[in-house]
RNA sequence: GUGGCUGUAGCUCAGUUGGUUAGAGCGCCUGACUGUGGCUCAGGAGGUCGUGGGUUCAAGUCCCAUCAGCCACCCCA
């Protein structure tokens, strides 16, 4: 069949099977998340485009290219490519730092970047992130890396690395760059053509080029740590010192630059080896100086965003995805057989619902026989089947579809807490069977 | 924005050097004592071969274009 209508490149249609497995990473995340003390912000979907060209950087990919903006008369404003700089704008439009200065956010939902889609890649895709605004304490940066972790661990993705590097405060970067210039300006003509762009734009994209020309290059290339100031190394160092306590194993990697421009000190990737092109999960770090920068107090914060689409992709490679990708049962079905039973049908499966139940029954016209078939497919635990001869006799006839034993009940008051009373029983046995 | 690969039933795919009514498995529907599931058996529905052109006596099969998907580059969760 030739269909008018696809979704949008770089969207998907989320069955409801996938839905449970997202409600799965939703939830234990959430757990994970609150039981680190972080509460849920929601921002609205969109912002001023201002607010990112400011946040994100003017000059940067995501700004320049990937934005989903929409313009109505001298309003503009962009479907957010990420969550910090709206979360950083509630905090200041707020004024939480006047209630509690330091507060510790998460937030999940979907942000929106107009890319080319490729593996772990979409232009909707969801992030699920921490912001821990208005401390410099190097111990919260280890537990935001180290949180970052425990949200893997808890989806039980194991074989992520985590790498850290230090971006420094404005003065080393400022120095770091001009030390970067001198080192590569007198050798440019032999970099990669990328690269001897980037030059221009961002010297720091050099560091982390793949053309492995350039990496060798670079491989004398001074790196930022040894013209840090004491300050900015007393920190990385208390930052590693506490992750060790946490037991929490890193790799100090100088190549991670990060792209967005509010990037301070302490930054990391967790990434998932063989996942593709795109193979970092997560990605986060400091920065220190944006609430500044959006006209607020200068308050220091930290936080990171796990890609959902990512972790999809991930959990499915590590065979754990379809253990929690499947449809949830209805526990009862209800037959009815004949015409005149189908209305009967109707009425006590509403009444068995507003008792807790889970009911479902045939809107199919379909034969008893078709009916048990369906009931079996959706693997309902108890079918209950309604016929004239049983109406007549105030009984209906309870299936157990475990053990194929079928008793007749009387269908009064009791017969929701007679049904309950079975299902539970079953589980009794179901959990004792599987404790042995 | 650039490049590579792919596009046949709901799904996964077969379709030989272009040659008659396009197949399989799974799924779906029906039936095998006209009121009872899972197994088995029998039958059935479902495809303008992504779309539009072209070459040819003849195209799912070759050519061009286009769209979509996937993968990679750039960049990034």
Redesign the pocket.
């Known amino acids: 069949?030739?269909l008018k209508y696809?979704?949008p490149?770089?969207t998907e249609d989320f069955l409801p099977a996938r839905v449970q497995l997202l409600d799965w990473i939703h939830g234990s995340c959430r757990r994970e998340l609150e039981r680190h003390g972080y509460l849920e912000i929601r921002p609205p979907l969109f912002e001023d485009t201002s607010l990112y060209r400011r946040a994100i950087g003017d000059v940067?990919?995501?700004v320049e290219k990937e934005m989903f903006t929409c313009e109505r008369g001298d309003t503009s404003v962009t479907f957010r490519p990420?969550a910090t700089a709206g979360v950083a704008r509630a905090y200041l439009e707020n004024k939480l730092d006047k209630v509690r200065p330091f507060q510790k956010f998460y937030y999940i939902g979907p942000m929106f970047?107009f890319?080319?889609?490729?593996?772990?890649?979409?232009r909707q895709?969801e992030?699920i992130g921490v912001e821990a605004i208005g401390s410099h304490d190097p111990r919260l940066d280890a537990e935001v890396i180290h949180l970052a972790g425990r949200l893997l661990d808890r989806l039980e993705l194991g074989g992520y690395r985590i790498h850290i590097n230090t971006l420094g405060d404005k003065e080393d970067r400022a120095r770091y760059r001009t030390a970067l210039e001198e080192y590569v300006e007198p050798q440019l003509a032999e970099f990669c053509a990328?690269c001897q762009a980037?030059f221009q734009r961002n010297v720091f994209?050099l560091v982390d080029?793949?053309n492995r020309d350039c990496q060798r290059l670079m491989s004398d290339a001074p790196d930022l740590l040894s013209r840090a100031s004491d300050a900015t190394r007393k920190h990385f160092d208390d930052v590693q010192n506490a992750l060790g306590a946490l037991g929490r194993s890193f790799e100090i990697d100088p190549r991670i630059v990060?792209?967005?421009d509010y990037y301070t000190h302490t930054v990391f990737?967790v990434r998932m080896p063989g996942l593709?092109?795109?193979d970092?999960?997560?990605?986060g770090g400091r920065y220190d100086d944006l609430l500044e920068e959006l006209g607020g107090p200068a308050i220091p914060a930290i936080g990171f965003?796990?890609?959902v689409?990512?972790t999809l992709l991930a959990l499915q490679k590590a065979g754990i995805a379809d253990e929690h990708a499947s449809e949830p049962p209805c526990t009862v079905f209800l037959a009815a057989?004949g015409d005149s039973e189908r209305l009967a049908a109707l009425v006590l499966a509403d009444e068995l619902r507003q008792s807790g139940l889970i009911v479902d029954l045939d809107y199919e016209g379909?034969?008893?026989?078709?009916q048990?078939?369906?009931?079996?497919?959706r693997n309902a635990r108890i079918?209950l089947?309604l016929?004239?001869?049983?109406r007549a006799r105030g009984v209906i006839?309870v299936?157990n579809?475990?053990d194929?034993s079928?008793r007749e009940l009387p269908m009064d008051g009791d017969l929701a807490f007679e049904l309950q009373r079975m299902l539970e029983g079953e589980s009794t046995r179901t959990a004792q069977g599987e404790g042995d």
């Open positions: 069949m030739q696809s979704a490149r770089g940067t990919d995501v990420e970047r890319e080319r889609p490729q593996a772990a890649r979409q895709f992030q990328e980037r994209r080029c793949k990060r792209g967005l990737e593709g092109a795109r970092t999960l997560v990605g965003s796990l890609g689409t990512g057989i379909k034969s008893p026989k078709a048990l078939r369906t009931a079996g497919k079918v089947v016929g004239e001869s049983e006839q299936k579809m475990g194929s079928q």
